[in-house]
């Protein structure tokens, strides 16, 4: 099945989204983020799936997030199901969810530093301390 | 007032020996006795809206909460990570009041390995190895969906008996998915001789998963463009052996458990899930079909050709633990259909696609057809190119909607590769199952959802 693809901007990204939800799309079922670093500008597109049960369709939202604040609102007001997929984004990718109940870090530990799935983040080139670990030389 | 000083530094002399104790090394440590474990707060932004929605209230107010209790009886307990009943390092932050747990925050990541990051670095011939590993209980289906996604981008059809032996493989692999459901959610309650049963039926699907892929586990046999190989010699017997002994053995489960008053004593009317909760929390699989909501992603988006075979759909109105137990001892029957129609029209022809570009040649080949070698090589070495875009694609997994987001930008390695897993989605409902329940529930509640930690973490 071809989700339909909707393309928005941050502005209307809300409304959207609560537009969505009176037309009866029950399920927010994904949402992840693409870094398209020196590819396009802006740099992050953030990708949300939905799902309608009684009309058996998809939908895909499709928004670029500003460079200067990576900020755009956050949606688990509306779909609750939103939660643990927007502290995924805010912790791979550093994207700041406005009005997110519990925006922390989710998979990587409290105190990483950086956003691993960013395109400029290499992999495998940090080792892996834990927190307060005795140091071995 | 010298008494006191003295008193003073004794005391941190011996917090510094007791923090070389504990790290074995003399600078830094834990400092021991200003922990603050217990008085941190669940959520960063605790006012009462977003408290209704962690616990549900927002959605179905089924809650009775009780005012009286000051806050000084309440408690924030932690469970796991190390914890046999979590299903894996699952931790789970309960603020409880005695016995009743309160609310309920799950702190997930300590499996985290950062698949879709190798993702990225890995080519679409070597995807299927990093996504099997996700989901360690439903591989086949991890490597299904990622297979259709870049079969999708590439615009190709793989033959039909490729699409039918996907279908019997996955249907085994449910079966085989359910059956430790069944065992794990029968010990975590205290069902022992569940377990045993459970893991005891399910070797012998992992059998026939060795004869055919080789591995028990993480198999990489559904690939993109089609199958790793074709069915072994006698593969009939095996699976007839299967379609015979299995429903017996359900027969056991339910002669044992169906009627039994501990077992439904334990399960019924607890952590009961609505149908709105589930939309709200997108909760799919056995959860929302136990719920009362008939969706499959089988029936009503299907994929491999699935809508050839006929099977129902079964669903439970009540919503609790018992329902999520029975819908899967149900959804066995059913999985068990789909393998016996599949076992008797099993087309012949090519189990791969014969597009040399896209799957390798078989080995005889390579000796005779230079072609074949430079086909071999290329693919080995380089991978296949996919052309730009995006898909999303979705399968029904035994724990819900499993979706696999693939963008590519026109070269052999995914640009960005997502996976949603249903289990990662599904505990985002815990909260809302054990919001005023005992804590002696918490365990049947975690079992009914059956996450699993490396579908979560990824």
Redesign the interface.
């Known amino acids: 099945?071809n989700?339909e693809i909707i393309s928005t901007s941050t502005e209307e990204y809300k409304e959207l989204i609560e537009s969505l939800k009176k037309d009866g799309f029950?399920?927010?079922?994904?949402l992840?983020v693409?870094?398209w670093f020196r590819?396009k500008e802006p740099r992050f597109e953030i990708?949300v799936?939905f799902?309608s049960?009684s009309k058996?369709s998809?939908k895909?939202v499709k928004v670029f997030v500003n460079d200067e604040d990576l900020t755009i609102p956050s949606i688990?007001?509306v779909?609750?199901?939103a939660?643990?997929?927007e502290r995924e984004a805010f912790d791979?990718f550093g994207i700041v969810f406005e009005?997110?109940?519990?925006?922390?870090?989710?998979?990587?530990?409290d105190d990483w530093e950086g956003h691993?799935?960013r395109k400029n983040y290499g992999?495998g080139r940090i080792p892996v301390q834990f927190k307060?670990?005795?140091?071995v030389d | 007032m010298k008494n006191n000083k003295i008193k003073k530094s004794k005391l941190s002399n011996f917090k510094n020996k007791l923090d070389f104790w504990a790290t074995n090394s003399e600078e830094g440590g834990w400092n021991i006795s200003s922990t603050d474990e217990g008085s941190q707060k669940m959520l960063e932004n605790e006012n009462e809206k977003q408290i209704k929605i962690q616990t549900g209230t927002e959605v179905v107010d089924d809650f009775v909460i009780d005012e009286d209790t000051s806050d000084d009886e309440r408690m924030i307990v932690n469970m796991g990570p190390q914890h046999p009943s979590t299903h894996g390092v699952l931790r789970l932050q309960a603020e409880l009041e005695g016995e009743v747990v309160r609310r309920v925050k799950p702190i997930i990541g300590y499996l985290h390995t950062g698949m879709e990051k190798t993702g990225e670095e890995l080519n679409y011939f070597q995807g299927p190895t990093n996504t099997t590993r996700m989901d360690y209980l439903s591989p086949l289906f991890n490597e299904l969906v990622f297979s259709l996604t870049t079969e999708k981008l590439i615009g190709i059809e793989v033959p039909k008996r490729a699409e039918t032996i996907r279908i019997l493989m996955t249907e085994l692999n449910r079966v085989s998915s359910h059956l430790v459901a069944l065992a794990t959610g029968g010990m975590d309650i205290g069902a022992l001789s569940m377990m045993i049963f459970g893991f005891r039926e399910r070797e012998l699907i992992l059998n026939f998963f060795e004869k055919t892929t080789g591995l028990r586990m993480n198999h990489n046999y559904i690939r993109p463009g089609g199958v790793a190989a074709d069915l072994p010699d006698g593969w009939q017997k095996d699976v007839e052996e299967i379609l015979k002994i299995i429903p017996e053995k359900l027969q056991d489960y339910d002669d044992m458990l169906l009627d039994n008053p501990i077992w439904k004593g334990r399960l019924q009317n607890v952590g009961i899930l609505t149908t709105e909760e589930c939309f709200a929390y997108g909760v799919t699989g056995p959860s929302l079909r136990a719920s009362g909501y008939s969706w499959d992603l089988r029936k009503s988006q299907p994929y491999s050709g699935i809508e050839n075979y006929e099977f129902d759909i079964p669903t439970l109105t009540e919503g609790d633990v018992f329902a999520r137990w029975r819908v899967k001892v149900l959804e066995i029957f059913e999985s068990l259909k789909i393998i016996e129609q599949a076992m008797h029209n099993m087309p012949k022809g090519p189990y791969k696609v014969q597009d040399k570009k896209i799957t390798p040649p078989p080995r005889k080949r390579l000796d005779e057809s230079m072609e074949a070698l430079i086909h071999h090589f290329k693919i080995y070495t380089e991978g296949f190119k996919v052309p730009e875009g995006d898909a999303y694609v979705a399968v029904e997994s035994p724990r819900g909607e499993l979706g696999c987001y693939i963008v590519s930008d026109g070269s052999a390695k995914p640009y960005r590769m997502h996976v949603r897993g249903p289990s990662f989605c599904n505990l985002q409902a815990l909260p809302v199952i054990m919001t005023d329940s005992p804590i002696a529930d918490a365990v049947a509640a975690i079992a009914s959802l059956d996450p699993v930690i490396g579908d979560v973490d990824r």
């Open positions: 099945m989700p029950e399920m927010m079922v994904d992840t693409v870094d590819k990708v799936q799902l049960t058996n998809r895909t688990t007001d779909y609750p199901s939660n643990f997929y791979m009005n997110h109940p519990d925006l922390t870090r989710i998979l990587m530990p691993p799935l992999s307060n670990a005795p140091k």
